[in-house]
Nanobody, 116 residues
Framework: QVQLVESGGGLVQAGGSLRLSCAASGSIFSIRAMAWYRQAPGKQRELVGKSTRGGSTNVADSVKGRFTISRDNAMNTMYLQMNSLKPEDTAVYYC??????????WGQGTQVTVSS
């Protein structure tokens, strides 16, 4: 019943910024944690960062200092603020929700392309 929709992707120049949004709808109370992943062409999907219901957030070392995760209090929306973007950040960015039931689900992804 939970649905995730990503938005905010696009084409930007290196050094620019984007803010991605992941909007959750449905049984929001069933979400235990949310996370951002990304998958570049020819690479495995990797964890970018996550946010727990308790309010803690963290990002991967590869984007630390450039990317920041935030969320609203009800965990309806999770944001990924991306600054100082590099061409290697080019990927499809996916939102993931971890449910109390033990299952998880994915959004459909949003494309981020960083040109040099």
């Amino acid at each position: 019943q939970v649905q995730l929709v990503e938005s905010g992707g696009g084409l930007v120049q290196a050094g620019g910024s984007l803010r991605l949004s992941c909007a959750a709808s449905g049984s929001i109370f069933s979400i235990r944690a949310m996370a951002w992943y990304r998958q570049a062409p020819g690479k495995q999907r990797e964890l970018v960062g996550k946010s727990t219901r308790g309010g803690s957030t963290n990002v991967a070392d590869s984007v630390k200092g450039r990317f920041t995760i935030s969320r609203d209090n009800a965990m309806n929306t999770m944001y990924l603020q991306m600054n100082s973007l590099k061409p290697e950040d080019t990927a499809v960015y996916y939102c993931n929700a971890d449910l109390f039931s033990g299952s998880g689900l994915w959004g459909q992804g949003t494309q981020v392309t960083v040109s040099s």
